[in-house]
């Protein structure tokens, strides 16, 4: 039931998008119809990291507050207390980080099916009546490049495409304060900020190296036009914060 759902609303649409795109793209090249389809997700996700990145923005703008708050309230559950009414009188949500990941991971999931199982034979037969069979889809990027094969190269550019994003993303993204904040609480945060910075791309690069490299190519375009996205989004943001404070 839940698969039949999945692939209902994720595995083929994507995959049907992603032909069609191929269809329309001179010369039919396969890497180039995948940057179009990360440009139609990042189109769709937009609304939600704008809403993000304006809560973080909001967070940045209320540290004194919550500083104030800390100093003066010692008790747990009233630092709690005030600190909720904080961050909804900015119409902040201190969950709203986990959102982009937990809608991108499903997105990510079906799309590595996707990557997987379109240029296999017989394939092709979920394709909606509306979008034309190729027949066969070459899997080469600029004539050069496999992308139904894993790459060192694209998977060394997706590590450092996702280092340089979450780079970014600690730069104008910070802490989120919690009650009663002590030192370990603090040094746990900016644990998870470093491994979030300097593992996870690591981690990428070891999965880029054995999965087809057209799912690297779509990391790596993601990572890229969101560094663009969301660097566009801090400076018109905070610059409006500095105009209303």
């Excluded at 990145?53 to 008790?75: C, D, F, G, M």
């Excluded at 104008?172 to 996870?200: C, L």
């Excluded at 981690?203 to 560094?227: D, E, H, K, N, R």
């Amino acid at each position: 039931m839940l698969s039949t759902i999945y692939n209902a609303i994720l595995y083929r649409p994507i995959f049907n998008v992603l032909v069609f795109l191929y269809n329309i793209v001179p010369g039919h090249d396969f890497g180039i119809a995948i940057i179009l389809l990360t440009i139609l997700i990042l189109a769709v996700l937009y609304p939600l990291s704008y809403k993000l990145i304006k809560s973080r923005q909001a967070l940045t703008v209320i540290q004194p507050k919550i500083k104030e708050i800390q100093n003066k309230y010692k008790n747990k559950e009233e630092q709690a207390r005030e600190m909720m009414k904080a961050y909804k009188e900015h119409n902040i949500n201190p969950v709203s980080g986990c959102l982009p990941l937990l809608i991108q991971l499903p997105i990510l999931i079906a799309l590595y099916r996707v990557l997987l199982n379109v240029l296999k034979p017989g394939s092709l037969s979920v394709l909606y009546p509306f979008i034309e069979n190729p027949g066969t889809i070459n899997s080469l990027f600029f004539g050069v490049l496999n992308l139904a094969k894993a790459s060192p190269i694209l998977a060394g550019l997706a590590g450092l495409s996702q280092f340089l994003y979450s780079k970014l993303m600690m730069k104008y993204s910070p802490p989120t304060p919690q009650p009663s904040q002590q030192k370990g609480a603090m040094d746990i945060q900016k644990m998870i900020g470093k491994q979030t910075t300097y593992i996870f791309p690591f981690m990428i690069v070891i999965f880029g190296l054995s999965v087809p490299a057209g799912l690297t190519l779509y990391w790596i375009a993601f990572s890229l036009l969101s560094m663009g996205r969301d660097y566009y989004l801090f400076k018109k943001l905070y610059g409006k914060n500095k105009k209303d404070s």
